[in-house]
């Protein structure tokens, strides 16, 4: 791959303690918002690995002009995948712990600070997630997306964490990558998180550490290929045991079926509603004081 590093001419000496990496496609209208959540963390010994999938809007210039010797920015020009790119991150990474970040998010400016204290406490095979606060594609606060206490193994895993909150040892990405198969280029984390969960420890923290954001558009294609890796999964995990075959392939499929009718109506934008609870008035202390601390357009509704 190309590399192009952020101010090569200037080596920062300092080892980050974590990495963050974020993988980003024609990102230019929430890149900047994303590095600046980034630049606003408590915990300061952190270094970014921005890697670009081939995007062809402004998003790489944009990037590219953030003065800060901890962003490392990768390009090569080509399209290849986000499942394939955040591979290359963790392999490119230099912290102890690696922390998944989207392109088009908004961090908390503690996720950092709470992540790695809990990891320092953890083995090297936890992973951490959080809850998350929900926003539209204009920065407004929709409500919070919770997250399961429990850990749940196999097929029932594939919904285990926020994805984008997720953190655990670089040590640990290195021992279970994502799969670069071309079928799990739409479901990565839930074919991940199947595939690990009854090797690794999951844990939620209960605070939303990201502000989300809710620009559903799932188009068919896209959600069959989806479904098929989840059928793929589903296939090989209970080939041997037949009830939960069938069962699961059914389900797979009924949800299928549902997305399907609910995109011919003009409706899967009601989807993400099914995910989202009421703020509590604690939620709304600590949102109207991450807005004072964020130079982010963040408004709460």
């Not at 990495?19 to 209208?29: K, M, P, S």
């Not at 600070?113 to 959080?130: A, H």
């Not at 926003?135 to 606060?141: E, H, L, P, S, Y």
């Not at 040590?171 to 198969?181: A, E, K, L, V």
Request: aromatic residues 10%.
């Amino acid at each position: 791959m190309h590399v192009r590093l952020q101010n090569d001419m200037v080596k920062c000496s300092m080892v980050p303690e974590i990495t963050v990496g974020i993988v980003f496609h024609n990102a230019e209208l929430y890149i900047a918002d994303v590095i600046t959540s980034l630049q606003a963390q408590s915990f300061s010994n952190w270094e970014a690995v921005i890697v670009d999938d081939g995007s062809t809007d402004r998003s790489l210039e944009i990037v590219r002009a953030i003065a800060d010797l901890r962003l490392r920015i990768f390009s090569d020009g080509l399209n290849k995948g986000v499942h394939v790119r955040r591979n290359e991150a963790v392999e490119l990474a230099r912290g102890r712990y690696f922390a998944i970040m989207d392109a088009d998010d908004i961090m908390h400016p503690d996720r950092l600070r709470i992540q790695v204290e809990k990891l320092r406490q953890c083995s090297d095979n936890t992973v951490i997630g959080s809850e998350a606060y929900l926003i539209d594609i204009d920065g407004a606060v929709l409500g919070k997306q919770k997250v399961p206490k429990r850990q749940k193994t196999g097929y029932a895993a594939r919904h285990s964490f926020i994805n984008p909150t997720v953190a655990a040892s670089t040590g640990w990405f290195r021992r279970n990558p994502w799969s670069t198969s071309d079928i799990c280029r739409y479901a990565q984390d839930a074919e991940l998180w199947c595939r690990v969960s009854g090797g690794s420890k999951f844990i939620n923290l209960p605070q939303p550490l990201i502000f989300y954001r809710q620009t559903y558009s799932q188009r068919p294609l896209r959600y069959f290929w989806a479904t098929c890796v989840m059928l793929s999964y589903i296939c090989r995990a209970y080939k041997d045991r037949k009830f939960k075959l069938i069962f699961y392939v059914s389900r797979e499929c009924v949800k299928t079926l549902l997305f399907l009718s609910l995109y011919e109506l003009g409706c899967t934008g009601l989807l993400p509603y099914a995910r989202r609870s009421k703020l509590s008035e604690t939620d709304l202390q600590d949102i109207r004081k991450t807005m004072q601390r964020l130079s982010i357009p963040l408004r709460l509704q």
